[in-house]
């Protein structure tokens, strides 16, 4: 019971840690709206598919706020936003779509997804440089 319990948990952190990025990146976002070369469709950016949100941010503000991330630490993050999408939207279960998205091997297909607290850790670590680094490109934007 206590590993599930456990597990459970670190999930949580998981969503929590997405859901709260993703609330970061909107606002941004909105506050620098003016600056986006369609007001009202930067001000609808959405952040849990951090791919799409990179496109539309470099669309509507000309910036690329994940260049400003190591490619390692932008894998990891991508990594982390598509276990939580399976957590959220699959129950934990590995589909074709991950595989696509991550590159990790087909042999995990229809497995439960595997997150450690060392991997949300990370993420948080990951995700205060990158906020700071999104916010830091629009915040520059003339």
């Given at each position: ?5 456990a597990q459970h948990l670190i999930q949580n952190a998981l969503e929590d840690c997405v859901s709260a990025f993703d609330g970061f990146g ?117």
């Amino acid at each position: 019971q206590e590993p599930q319990v456990a597990q459970h948990l670190i999930q949580n952190a998981l969503e929590d840690c997405v859901s709260a990025f993703d609330g970061f990146g909107r606002e941004s976002c909105r506050v620098f709206a003016t600056k986006a070369i369609r007001p009202e469709k930067a001000a609808k950016i959405r952040f849990q598919n951090l791919r799409a949100a990179r496109d539309s941010v470099r669309e509507q503000f000309s910036v690329d706020f994940a260049t400003k991330v190591a490619p390692v630490d932008w894998k990891h993050i991508l990594r982390a936003f598509q276990k939580r999408h399976l957590v959220a939207h699959r129950m934990g279960v590995v589909d074709e779509e991950y595989l696509s998205a991550t590159g990790e091997p087909r042999l995990l297909l229809g497995r439960k997804v595997s997150i450690t607290a060392r991997e949300v850790r990370e993420l948080l670590v990951h995700l205060k440089h990158l906020g700071s680094e999104l916010f830091c490109c629009l915040e520059s934007q003339a």
